[in-house]
């Protein structure tokens, strides 16, 4: 069955930077994207990035382009979320999630879910 375990959240300083990793296993599907979502205390799930296995294409939310970048490791089956430039409003608990089709933001479209890893930016 397919597995998501996401990793290297933490306490980090504003603008610093800090790399998640999402580790797949059970995945099956030649064609499928893996998103990065977040959800803070008292506020609904956002998107903040998604990549496609196939052509490598991406998708950023508009508050995080231009700082964070989505990048995948195919021998390890993982993908990682650079994260730059932090900002006390990146804080939240990050998930990474899998959709068997190309990169759409939106998480009603993302059937599987990792647990999350805790992600605090703060001086």
């Known amino acids: 069955q397919l597995q998501l375990v996401e990793s290297g959240g933490g306490l980090v300083q504003p603008g610093g930077s800090l790399r998640l990793s999402c580790a797949a296993s059970?995945?099956?599907?030649?064609?499928?994207?893996i998103g990065w979502f977040r959800q803070a205390p008292g506020k609904e799930r956002e998107g903040v990035s998604c990549?496609?296995?196939?052509?490598?294409?991406?998708y950023y939310a508009d508050s995080v382009k231009g700082r964070f970048t989505i990048s995948r490791d195919n021998a390890k089956n993982t993908v990682v979320l650079q994260m730059n430039s932090l900002k006390p409003e990146d804080t939240a608990v990050y998930y990474c999630?899998?959709?068997?089709?190309?990169?759409?933001?939106?998480?009603?479209?993302?059937?599987?879910w990792g647990q999350g890893t805790q992600v605090t930016v703060s001086s």
């Open positions: 990549i496609s296995s196939s052509d490598g294409s991406t």
């Open positions: 059970g995945l099956t599907s030649d064609y499928h994207t």
């Open positions: 999630a899998f959709r068997a089709n190309r990169c759409v933001l939106k998480f009603g479209y993302f059937g599987s």
